[in-house]
């Protein structure tokens, strides 16, 4: 059974930057399109950024640049940077594999 964990959440101030993590067991991971989601107050879970097998990536409207995606099949992790957070990012941030959920790791933007 795959398993995804999600790592590197944590406060930020409004501005700032953090990388999350998500380690990953999947056996074909190299095939399998990964993508970060996340619960915000009030809000359904919404898909944040994607990238499959190729490289080629989805992001969210909200996104507008401030945000990347990144994947490395030889360790079999993905990552999303992120600048110029806002108060509005904080939640909690899930990795998805190929359709396996992580726990989800929080991210809080103070103002």
């Known amino acids: 059974q795959v398993q995804v964990a999600e790592s590197g959440g944590g406060l930020v101030q409004a501005g700032g930057s953090l990388r999350l993590s998500c380690a990953t067991s999947g056996s074909i991971f190299s095939q399998t399109y990964l993508a970060w989601h996340r619960q915000t107050p009030g809000k359904q879970r919404e898909l944040v950024a994607g990238i499959n097998s190729w490289g080629r990536t989805d992001y969210g409207d909200f996104v507008k640049g401030r945000f990347t995606i990144s994947r490395d099949n030889a360790r079999k992790k993905a990552y999303l940077d992120m600048n110029m957070l806002k108060p509005e990012d904080t939640g909690v941030y899930y990795c998805?594999?190929?359709?396996?959920w992580g726990q989800g790791t929080q991210v809080t933007v103070s103002s």
């Open positions: 998805n594999d190929g359709g396996t």
